[in-house]
């Protein structure tokens, strides 16, 4: 598969934005979705969709984190014998 040009990948990125926008505005509900989703598997080639799909969940997990903080949990409880 040769890389996409110029034209595709403006394609792909507009349809990406699209999707995420989509999901934004119904808090991630994908069933809301569903017409951009294939839009943006259809504009993409599947690397890229992977890799976006990984992105978009690393960067709302960040957010979180940024928001909310990081608690660590509790390991495992040391038994005294």
Not at 2 to 16: D, F, I, L, V
Request: hydrophobic fraction near 25%.
């Amino acid at each position: 598969m040769s890389a996409p040009n110029s034209n595709q990948r403006k394609a792909c990125w507009g349809a990406r934005d699209e999707l995420w926008k989509c999901l934004d505005d119904n808090q991630d509900n994908a069933a809301s979705c569903e017409k951009f989703q294939k839009e943006f598997e259809a504009s993409c080639p599947a690397q890229w969709v992977k890799y976006f799909t990984k992105r978009r969940d690393f960067l709302k997990y960040k957010e979180k984190m940024q928001t909310e903080g990081f608690e660590p949990a509790d390991g495992p409880k040391e038994s005294q014998s």
